[in-house]
């Protein structure tokens, strides 16, 4: 079976963890904090903190942006659930902004109008969490004008994105938001088995993290001097760390990178042309970005669909399907009775195909034959 996505190691990743394993710190070593450094250098950011998944960075970037029981929190149906069950998680009340269909990002006029309306009745959001679907970043510049106006917090879910760029800025600089968030599983750009992270330019956002990460312990600005081994819980955290081995693994895939994001390119631009040809539609990349190409997205027939789904299935295609719409799953569905035209409409046209690194030129091509012959 092809996947629809899929990591790359080497011997080189394998001997950097190997490494970790003859050494004196499996966890709370120096390879966390070169990690960080390594992010912070390579996003343009100025304070990253590692932790053992994105689901736990989203969850504490929250929770540092002071997101609470009852506060309002927006994000995108489109997406991987995490988005918005981190913010259930502090208590918050969740809703939807519908997207955009040739992009699938969080819709800028939707938003617009949700914030009208909900000026008027008193409701406006604490914080938005638009997602970067694909790789593509959000339009975050209009998003970070409307942030002024209406005044809510920005977290980017960038778990698709990191190696992509906007406004010739890399994803993760956090130029028009307070925080943005990483992830490091396998399916991602670059992986630590499981992973995270949480970047941000405010030294104070950063402070909080780092202190939620590890059970709002700490060793500095302590209330009595009782001796050496002594230590305070101020806030209520987590273990939410990255381990030693993950991070070494992080390092070394970090410098193969820029590659990962170029095939992904090359695959996808090979995509595009082909597409093209035959005139069948997929996701777009606006022209101002350049995506990291996470997911590449193809659109059929909504009555379709799963026909060639499972075709493409049958004949050892792992396509998948980003996402079913989060106000749609079960567990939603008993909050609320939402209704996302934009988002359910695009959801029964779209289908994952194949992008990965290692992916090779010939099955890229079979993928598009498989396509242009199921349509
Ligand atoms: C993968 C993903 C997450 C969660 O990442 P984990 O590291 O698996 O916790 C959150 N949001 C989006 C959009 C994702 O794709």
Redesign the pocket.
Known sequence: MIPYGKQSITEEDIKSVEKVLRSDFLTQGPLVPLFEKRISEYTGVKYTTAV???????HIAYLALDIKKNDIVWTSPI?????SN?ALMCGAIVDFVDIEENTLNMSVSELEKKLIDAKEINKLPKLVAP???CGQSCDMEQIYNLSKKYGFKIVE????AIGGSYQNLKVGSCKYSDIT?L???P??IITTG???AVLTNSKELDDKVKLLRTHGIVRENLTRDEGPWYYEQHELGYNYRMTELQAALGVSQLDRIDDFVARRNEIANYYVQKLDEAKIPYVRVKEDRYSSY?LFVIKVDSNKRRKIFEEMRSIGLGVQV??FPVHKQPYYKKMKDWTLPASEKTYQEIISIPIFYTLSNEDASFVIDAIKRLW
């Open positions: 053992n998944s994105a689901t736990s960075a989203l997406t991987f659930v995490a988005t981190a997602v970067h679907m879910d960038a778990s698709h968030v992830s490091f599983h399916v991602k499981e992973g995270g996470h980003h996402y």
